[in-house]
């Protein structure tokens, strides 16, 4: 995780630094101003970032494409690359690296701020996750890596929000959208799903909540309807589809629900009778799929980035006599910053988008560079895995006034 240099500097900073016995917040700890110089080029640094160092990867993003170009170009001159922790720069220590010169006390770049301290780290199920994720293929956020942690919210959300399962009474199990997509084979099929999904079996179902762009997508209609019951193939599906349809079985679900492909968009009767059951459709969805930056089918759901910008990682305190778990702190980086979202996404300017994102229970938002997660109980990010609070806090008062406004 740290290559030998960025571990010689925590140690060197646990060092003199002041680590009560019981932790209870980062705050417990007692920090000191530390600085070390990790590298003496830009080669040996981007060597130590290529080998998945988290600081050092972080260190060599900070700079521009535009300064690497120009202020950086000889990969093999002298340069100290120092990195620091400063514990004066807020509530929570700032680590921060600075590309100084060999010659003299000047500096190539001066110092930014690569990462925060975000607090404790206890849970070990996230723990195991952000390792997961940091150790595999995290290139896009449609990777393996990526969708680690989508499932771990999915998990984490079905098995312990109290607060995010359906009110009682509300008939939860019962309702399942007239139509379907079957993803489970290759093929992705059509169904009517109180013919085809046998009573008492797994009726979970992801929705997907995107713009249609003005790229003409796939749509069912009188004319083939048939044939989309016999059978989709992939490629005639738009990008947003086929890695909605991908993501839902990553996730371990055999059913999704997509508008376009569900309501045969020519029968006024069958879209007039479907529409009317869209806020149970995004209500009792297990899960929403939002493709929240995509303008259009084209763009898809996923992004091209680099994964280890964007998790937080963490560092272990020295274990003490008494503590028996470890103690982890939890760094959040600041990533680069074309990798940084401009203005609201496509989605939001959608118009029945408020009602998708009131209505879900949980939302897979993927947007940009980042995965996010909303549910009633937690709103996470990629950066910021499980922070709890939610915009969703009217949910069940907005979910009574969007049933009668949209019926
Ligand atoms: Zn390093
Ligand atoms: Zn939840």
């Not at 010169?101 to 723990?127: F, H, P």
Request: aromatic letters at 8%; proline letters at 4%; a negative charge.
């Amino acid at each position: 995780m740290f290559c030998n240099q960025c571990q010689a500097f925590w140690h060197e900073t646990f060092s003199k630094a002041k680590i009560p016995q019981a932790i209870h917040s980062c705050e417990d700890v007692h920090w000191e101003y530390h600085e070390t110089t990790l590298h003496n080029s830009i080669r040996d640094l981007k060597q130590a970032s290529d080998l998945r160092c988290r600081l050092c990867r972080i260190i060599y993003f900070t700079p521009t494409d535009h300064e690497h170009e120009t202020l950086l170009k000889d990969v093999d001159e002298p340069l100290s690359i120092v990195l620091t922790i400063d514990p004066s720069k807020g509530p929570h220590p700032v680590l921060s690296a600075e590309f100084r010169e060999k010659s003299g006390d000047g500096a190539r770049i001066s110092k930014r701020m690569v990462a925060s301290c975000s607090g404790l780290l206890s849970d070990e199920n996230l723990t195991t996750t952000l390792k997961t994720s940091a150790e595999s293929n995290n290139d896009s956020t449609g990777s393996d890596g990526a969708l680690e942690l989508a499932a771990f919210w999915t998990k984490t959300c079905l098995d312990g929000h109290d607060k995010c399962r359906p009110p009682a009474g509300h008939g939860a199990s019962s309702f399942v959208p007239t139509r379907l997509l079957d993803v489970s084979s290759n093929s992705i099929r059509l169904i009517e799903s109180e013919q085809e999904i046998k009573e008492g079996s797994d009726r979970s179902f992801v929705a997907l909540s995107h713009c249609w762009g003005l790229i003409p997508i796939i749509r069912t209609l009188i004319d083939n309807y048939d044939e989309h019951r016999k059978g989709i193939a992939p490629e005639r599906l738009s990008k947003t589809f086929r890695e909605a349809v991908h993501a839902t079985r990553k996730l371990g679900y055999r059913y999704i629900w997509i508008d376009s492909l569900c309501i045969k968009q020519d029968d006024g009767e069958d879209w007039a009778a479907e529409a009317a059951t869209m806020c149970d459709v995004y209500q009792y969805a297990t899960l929403t799929i939002a493709a929240a930056h995509a303008p259009g089918g084209d763009v898809g759901c996923y992004a091209e980035r680099d994964g280890l910008l964007q998790l937080p990682f963490f560092i272990e305190l020295p274990q003490s006599a008494v503590s028996k778990e470890p103690t982890r702190i939890q760094f959040t980086s600041y990533g680069r910053v074309k990798d940084i979202g401009g203005g609201n996404p496509a989605l939001y300017g959608r118009a029945w988008v408020l009602q998708e994102q009131l209505l879900s229970p949980r939302m897979l938002i993927f947007d940009g560079a980042q995965i996010k997660w909303e549910c009633l109980t937690m709103h996470g990010s990629e950066k910021s895995p499980t922070s709890s609070t939610t915009r969703h806090s009217l949910y069940y008062k907005y979910c009574g006034i969007l049933r009668c406004a949209f019926e």
